[in-house]
């Protein structure tokens, strides 16, 4: 008799997974922008006449890196939102993590950007992975940041199916994207900024930023010389916000990264370029971690552009800088065990 029952809601219980899986929705792609040109090959066309040493850092993938690709992270309907990790080729467990977000002004770009240093940090023993996120003229803020956060919970969930560190993973990105990785950073300990908590008992925050030249602080007015100038249109953020800084005043708050420096949040990293704009807020950040005793670096690259990361000769020292300070910040087991024997 209890056979015949575990058969049944065993068959039951298949039965209804059947259904599921026949009655998911599929993906679908979204529709090409056409006004989306925020990508190496536009950028170095800008920066070449000014800087003719660039090149467009390689994107190939070489022997020893392994791509898992257009692995899809998040779901609304039909929109799926995917992401791509590159590998050390050679097996091998507990590797730290970072995931990538691309910029664009917050609405455009992609997740292309990254490749070059994914591939370079994957051959520095790390696990790479890019995102793909709902940009401005899909959804405004702050999807953004819950995409993010919800590819971090999506890689440790998934970290034992790839070798993965679930305790050793952190975010960069880059413009845009840099505020973004920051933001979702910072607030790992608040779940207004993560809708995918309430539904789940894995954590979505991570254990360090880096943050290439993006912006700390919307409010200051040094920001909003260039995103609130009341004699233009309306301008990037404004328009990620939906409304000027005396429209959305509490959402420009809302996105600074400074707000919500505390004694437990994550280390950053600071890489920045020679444009001051993109540096707002940072030094004043860098202060009241200090004051907590947060583990921060500020790292710049003389004479450069924004989006000096996609380049060589630029790229290496922006990944030779990530890798030290990751390593030291997200150190292995080993390192750590070692660590305390030495003291």
Same mark, same amino acid.
């Given at each position: 008799?209890?056979?015949?029952?575990?058969?049944?809601?065993?068959?039951?219980?298949?039965?209804?997974?059947?259904?599921?899986?026949?009655?998911?929705?599929?993906?679908?792609?979204?529709?090409?922008?056409?006004?989306?040109?925020?990508?190496?090959?536009?950028?170095?066309?800008?920066?070449?006449?000014?800087?003719?040493?660039?090149?467009i850092?390689?994107?190939?993938?070489?022997?020893?890196?392994?791509?898992?690709?257009?692995?899809?992270?998040?779901?609304?309907?039909?929109?799926?939102l995917?992401?791509?990790?590159?590998?050390?080729?050679?097996?091998?467990?507990?590797?730290?993590?970072?995931?990538?977000?691309?910029?664009?002004?917050?609405?455009?770009?992609?997740r292309?950007?990254?490749?070059?240093? =994914?591939?370079?940090?994957?051959?520095?023993? $790390? *696990?790479?992975? /890019?995102?793909?996120? #709902?940009? %401005?003229?899909?959804?405004? !803020?702050?999807?953004?940041?819950?995409?993010?956060?919800?590819?971090?919970?999506?890689?440790?969930?998934?970290?034992?199916?790839?070798?993965?560190?679930?305790?050793?993973?952190?975010?960069?990105?880059?413009?845009?994207?840099?505020?973004?990785?920051?933001?979702?950073?910072?607030?790992?300990?608040?779940?207004?900024?993560?809708?995918?908590?309430?539904?789940?008992?894995?954590?979505?925050?991570?254990?360090?930023?880096?943050?290439?030249?993006?912006?700390?602080?919307?409010?200051?007015?040094?920001?909003?010389?260039?995103?609130?100038?009341?004699?233009?249109?309306?301008?990037? =953020?404004?328009?990620?916000?939906?409304?000027? $800084? *005396?429209?959305? /005043?509490?959402?420009? #708050?809302? %996105?600074?990264?400074?707000? !919500?420096?505390?004694?437990?949040?994550?280390p950053?990293?600071?890489?920045?370029?020679?444009?001051?704009?993109?540096?707002?807020?940072?030094?004043?950040?860098?202060?009241?971690?200090?004051?907590?005793?947060v583990?921060?670096?500020?790292?710049?690259?003389?004479?450069?552009?924004?989006?000096?990361?996609?380049f060589?000769?630029?790229?290496?020292?922006?990944?030779?800088?990530?890798?030290?300070?990751?390593?030291?910040?997200?150190?292995?087991?080993?390192?750590?065990?070692?660590?305390?024997?030495?003291?």
């Amino acid at each position: 008799m209890m056979r015949a029952v575990r058969y049944l809601f065993t068959a039951a219980c298949a039965a209804l997974l059947a259904h599921a899986v026949v009655h998911a929705e599929e993906c679908v792609e979204p529709t090409t922008d056409p006004t989306n040109t925020y990508d190496a090959q536009h950028t170095y066309d800008k920066l070449a006449p000014k800087y003719p040493q660039i090149r467009i850092a390689s994107a190939a993938v070489p022997a020893d890196v392994r791509l898992v690709a257009d692995q899809t992270y998040a779901q609304y309907g039909t929109r799926c939102l995917k992401l791509d990790m590159y590998l050390p080729a050679s097996a091998q467990q507990d590797l730290p993590v970072v995931v990538f977000v691309h910029g664009g002004g917050w609405r455009s770009g992609f997740r292309s950007e990254f490749v070059p240093m =994914a591939l370079r940090l994957a051959r520095n023993g $790390y *696990a790479s992975v /890019t995102i793909s996120y #709902r940009l %401005a003229g899909e959804a405004m !803020y702050p999807a953004a940041v819950h995409d993010v956060r919800a590819a971090v919970r999506w890689v440790r969930e998934h970290a034992g199916d790839y070798g993965l560190d679930p305790r050793r993973i952190a975010l960069a990105g880059g413009s845009a994207g840099g505020q973004i990785a920051s933001l979702a950073g910072v607030t790992g300990h608040l779940n207004q900024f993560d809708p995918g908590a309430a539904g789940s008992d894995v954590s979505s925050a991570v254990q360090a930023v880096v943050n290439i030249d993006g912006l700390s602080d919307f409010t200051s007015e040094a920001a909003r010389v260039n995103e609130d100038d009341p004699k233009k249109s309306i301008s990037a =953020a404004g328009y990620w916000f939906g409304g000027r $800084y *005396a429209e959305k /005043t509490a959402l420009w #708050r809302e %996105a600074s990264p400074i707000q !919500y420096v505390n004694s437990s949040m994550p280390p950053i990293l600071f890489i920045g370029s020679a444009q001051p704009r993109f540096a707002v807020g940072r030094d004043e950040m860098v202060e009241k971690m200090t004051q907590l005793r947060v583990p921060s670096k500020v790292v710049l690259l003389p004479d450069t552009p924004h989006s000096f990361w996609m380049f060589d000769p630029w790229l290496q020292p922006t990944v030779d800088v990530t890798v030290a300070f990751l390593n030291a910040q997200m150190p292995s087991r080993q390192a750590k065990r070692f660590s305390r024997k030495v003291e």
